[in-house]
């Protein structure tokens, strides 16, 4: 695929909510409602978080021309403070052209389509990135793309898995519904695989850790930039989130999260599991011997120059043998970073990073198939 090419077509055509042809791919982009039946996790008593967005929304779906249901599917989770689908319209088609299976694109709780309206205020936005700023010291890590997930954290950083454990129960109950033989598109019983990148990858690595009603048993999870224990990321970033933020997020959770007495939620294998992905010291022996025994559905490429999801971390998650065994460590010769690993425009060498998107997705293709 001429992917730096592509990238530009789809952006273009691609319109949130409306169904679409793909002629030079045969793919149909189809958008399907979803209705979380999640309740909202409780701190200290209080609901962390309510807005309809989150809650009601639009999925697409780019599906391979066949007049029959479907009996395998691709499940694609985005990563950290994403904003749009742009990044991952490329991914998708060309999983789906190559396997002839549809490819789900589901939003992970307040991100995407799930966000506010009020979000996408600039004017806003830029408003409460200067005043952030200020009450920070002038901090230079806040920008308009980071300032509301870094306030957000910073109010509460409870919030990473309250609108985690949402995200993990929405895609259990999707995942049901399509296996249970409640989706247009799929037959009863369908197969479900996972493309997951950043912190998509965490999220489903704690799904298949818990495995809710068994319904992951036998899907395979291909890893890219993904996998790491969170002790091990490096959230800040202009694009994720500013310093004092990340800074904080990272007390909360390797410090405080396990005595908070304030979380109001009971203790069960999705929150032990959560809990067991935190830092490379909890729960490790069954941490890594779960890994190992589910090894041969895992697969992934984590990236040299990844400074976010460093391939240290994925092997502190996963075990330095498991890791060894099922990630590939790769680098490109462009310039690229966890967030932008496959750049468009600008000075970098448009074969380059079509080589490179190529070399990642071949090896995807080849697991998941």
């Known amino acids: 695929m001429n992917y730096t090419e592509r990238y530009q077509e ?18 149909d982009i189809q958008f399907f409602d979803f209705k979380s039946n999640y309740i909202s996790q409780k701190q ?35 990563g950290l403070n994403e904003r749009s689908w742009n990044k991952y319209l490329t991914w998708a088609e060309y999983i789906a052209s190559q396997l002839k299976r549809p ?7 307040y991100h995407i389509n799930r966000s506010p ?6 004017r806003g936005l830029r408003q409460m990135t200067e005043d952030r700023k200020t009450s920070n010291g002038n901090d230079k890590t806040t920008t308009v793309a980071n300032v509301i997930l870094s306030q957000r954290i910073s109010d509460r950083p409870y919030r990473f898995y309250s609108s985690g454990r949402q995200s993990y129960a929405d895609v259990t109950d999707l995942v049901r519904n399509i296996k249970q033989g409640h989706h247009p598109l799929f037959t009863e019983n369908a197969h479900i695989d996972i493309f997951a990148y950043s912190i998509g990858a965490f999220l489903s690595q704690v799904i298949l850790l818990t495995n809710p009603d068994n319904i992951f048993s036998d899907s395979k999870l291909f890893m890219f930039c993904g996998g790491s ?50 830092s490379p010291e909890r729960d490790q022996t069954e941490r890594l011997s779960c890994f190992m025994k589910m090894k041969n559905r895992i697969s992934g490429i984590s990236l040299v120059r990844d400074r976010v999801i460093p391939y240290k971390g994925v092997k502190e998650a ?24 496959f750049p468009v425009g600008g000075k970098i060498d448009s074969n380059e990073v079509n080589h490179s998107f190529n070399t990642v997705f071949k090896q995807a293709i080849d697991f998941l198939g």
Request: glycine share 6%; net charge negative.
């Open 318 to 341: 996963l075990g330095d043998k498991c890791a060894s065994d099922i990630i590939k460590l790769l680098d490109f010769k462009h310039d690229y970073c966890h967030e932008n690993p």
């Open 103 to 109: 490819v789900i694109l589901f939003p992970i709780a």
């Open 229 to 278: 224990i969170f002790s091990s990321m490096f959230g800040e970033s202009r694009s994720i989130m500013d310093g004092p933020a990340f800074q904080k997020l990272v007390k909360y959770y390797v410090d405080d999260f396990i005595s908070d007495t304030s979380v109001d939620v009971a203790d069960d294998n999705a929150l032990n599991a959560f809990n067991s992905m935190i």
């Open 44 to 78: 200290g008593g209080v609901n962390v978080d309510t807005d309809t967005e989150n809650f009601q929304f639009v999925y697409p779906v780019f599906v391979p021309a066949k007049t029959r249901k479907f009996d395998k599917a691709i499940l694609l989770l985005h």
């Open 117 to 122: 309206l009020g979000w996408f205020n600039l």
């Open 10 to 27: 789809l952006v273009r055509e691609f319109r949130l909510g409306s169904d679409l042809r793909l002629s030079s791919s045969g793919i």
